[in-house]
């Protein structure tokens, strides 16, 4: 039966998480392999504890501007867009409003991020890394992946990467969702109820219909600030 999972995020999201060298990363890339056969776009935020990774060449345009103390710098490139700043330790749920609000994908599969409450999590466990599961010490498991029998349903071995992803496909990307509005404030999701929500959207849309080009848009995009302090 379907979980009927509802995102607080404008696109689902969902983690893998599991002990190191549990299999993760190989697991995600055939999972996203069997979700593109099935028309969906997915996109990736991995959590990492390592320091200092440049990803940009030591001693490059964008380098020296890193060490003059820039906090974010972008690089264009004809086929590409990277973007590198600061960490400031942000929520979560607000990174993935800033990198993927404005991103075509269907489906956000995040590695990693074990303590962020509001994200279910499939779980990967191998036998010849730990037998003790995460899910006994992180709340919103919605399944397991391992190599030796666990007391949890629904539980995958690692070659069913397509049952994987119908799961997914079925319980989170297809859950019905309704009309969304996400508001944060500095940072902060702002708790709102349903009725807040139809009230603002059509508020919003009461005065975009009155411009021109609006007409079929399913995404609006509002940033506002404030500077009456």
């Known amino acids: 039966m379907p979980?009927?999972?509802?995102?607080?995020?404008?696109?689902?999201?969902?983690?893998?998480i599991g002990w190191h060298n549990s299999g993760k990363t190989t697991l995600i890339r055939k999972v996203i392999k069997e979700l593109s056969l099935m028309g969906i776009k997915t996109g990736i935020i991995k959590g990492t504890k390592h320091e200092d990774i440049y990803i940009n060449k030591k001693g490059s345009d964008s380098d020296l501007y890193r060490e003059d103390g820039i906090e974010t710098v972008s690089l264009v490139t004809p086929k590409e867009i990277l973007t590198i700043q600061d960490n400031k330790e942000q929520p979560l749920d607000y990174l993935l409003f800033k990198l993927f609000s404005n991103s075509d994908v269907d489906l956000i599969i995040a590695e990693g991020f074990k303590h962020a409450p509001f994200i279910?999590?499939?779980?990967?466990?191998?036998?010849?890394?730990?037998?003790?599961?995460?899910?006994?010490?992180?709340?919103?498991?919605?399944?397991?992946?391992?190599?030796?029998?666990?007391?949890?349903?629904?539980?995958?071995?690692?070659?069913?990467?397509?049952?994987?992803?119908?799961?997914?496909l079925e319980n989170f990307i297809n859950a019905e969702q309704d009309n969304f509005i996400e508001v944060f404030a500095d940072g902060k999701r702002l708790p709102l109820k349903n009725f807040v929500k139809d009230a603002m959207r059509g508020t919003f849309l009461g005065f975009l219909s009155s411009l021109n080009f609006t007409d079929n848009v399913k995404n609006f995009e509002i940033k506002i600030k404030n500077y009456d302090q």
């Open 3 to 16: 979980l009927t999972y509802m995102s607080n995020n404008v696109i689902p999201v969902i983690s893998f």
């Open 120 to 168: 279910p999590k499939i779980e990967v466990a191998r036998a010849a890394i730990s037998k003790e599961l995460i899910k006994n010490s992180i709340n919103n498991i919605k399944a397991i992946v391992s190599d030796f029998p666990v007391d949890f349903e629904p539980n995958f071995t690692f070659n069913q990467t397509k049952e994987i992803a119908s799961f997914i």
